[in-house]
């Protein structure tokens, strides 16, 4: 009887063991972000019981009018891919203070006491990247690459945060395409400075073209015809904030940032 108990008791570690592992490897944060509700780059602002608090900062997939979200703990039944104190809680997400790069799903059936239909739930998917860190203005993670990209060296595990904010939506269309996208000829094409701006910029290109300038909401600023290999852009009009140039010539359409401070 004892060795059939034991025989048992194996056999459950070794299938639940089995079921945690990933099988192939993990897949990356832009492979996985579309199956979920939201996509944003937040910072928790506060920590409570069995949840946390986000400020939204920028909204990189599908939408949210409220500011801040909370996220909730899974909650149980607890298995042996997930620890309950860990894992399951939103908490293990970030600290105060942390900037971050979540994918989540909305709560749309009450699972848990503390569960708000409309909110946000803790995501567990021990095979998936649902998020991202961000320190000294770099995104940290597996961004990109497929899902054994890690034997090859080929994963894309950092990125300018800034950056990453313009090219994250139009990037993550085709995660296969990132990695092979010519950055320095884009670099090359053009540059702007100084950037923080604040009366003005000067803009440097080796293509005409037109730079449109829009807002964090993607509202239209203004458009300006660029014939010169140098171009002075005023921008004394504009309120402090982050600005969107997108430069369009007939071989490309490049996006970049730009910060104003009056």
Known sequence: MKHVLLISALVLFFNNAF?????????SFCDTHASFSL????VVVATFPHGISLKVLHILHNSESRDPIKVWDIGGPYN???????????????????TLILALN????????????????????????????????????????SMDCSTTSSCLNTYNYD??????????????TWLSTDEPSSQKLLSYHPNPASDNF???????????????????????????NQTQISTRNLLSGIYFLTYQTKRNTITRKLIVQQ
């Open 19 to 27: 079921a945690c592992m990933c099988i192939g490897g993990k897949q």
């Open 39 to 42: 996509t944003a780059s937040c």
């Open 80 to 98: 042996s891919c997930m620890d309950s104190l860990t894992s399951a809680s939103a908490a293990h997400l970030g600290d105060v203070g942390d």
């Open 106 to 145: 909305k709560i749309d059936t009450i699972s848990n006491i503390w569960d708000v239909v409309g909110e946000y739930r803790t995501p567990f998917l021990p095979c998936n990247v649902y998020r991202l860190t961000v320190a000294n203005n770099t995104v940290l993670g597996f961004i990109s690459g």
């Open 163 to 176: 950056e990453f904010l313009v090219d994250f939506p139009t990037k993550s269309i085709n995660c296969e």
């Open 202 to 228: 000067i803009f440097s290109t080796t293509e005409s073209g037109t730079l449109t300038i829009t807002n964090q909401l993607g509202q239209f600023i203004e458009a300006v015809s660029i014939t010169d």
